[in-house]
């Protein structure tokens, strides 16, 4: 089955830097987009970033307006792990950060989130 485990969460000050995992298995992993997707207390989920993979060996990447120039999604196909490094971080950027796997065998999957706590 569909596992995908985060890591690499932790307590930061303002500015500082945070490089996240997920871990993947239980799918073709190469052949599929992921995203990370993010929830503060008290609100609602928020998409981040996202990766597509070409058989081209082609990828390309998108972002929320409110990380750009600060977080980059990539991937490492054979590992099958799933990154996003964060630089410059704000204490609005406090959340479970999650990675998905949208749209397989016509459901999402995520898994059980990593804290990022972001201290001014």
């Known amino acids: 089955q569909v596992q995908l485990v985060e890591s690499g969460g932790g307590s930061v000050q303002f500015g500082g830097s945070l490089r996240l995992s997920c871990a993947a298995s239980g799918f073709p992993f190469k052949d599929y987009a992921l995203e990370w997707i993010r929830q503060a207390p008290g609100k609602g989920i928020e998409w981040v970033a996202a990766?597509?993979?070409?058989?081209?060996?082609?990828?390309?990447?998108r972002y929320a307006d409110f990380v750009k120039g600060r977080f980059t999604i990539s991937r490492d196909n054979a590992k099958t792990t799933l990154y996003l490094q964060m630089n410059n971080l704000k204490p609005e950027d406090t959340a479970t950060y999650f990675c998905k796997l949208p749209d397989y065998r016509d459901r999402d999957y995520w898994g059980q989130g990593t804290q990022v706590t972001v201290s001014s």
């Open positions: 990766i597509n993979t070409y058989h081209s060996g082609g990828e390309t990447t």
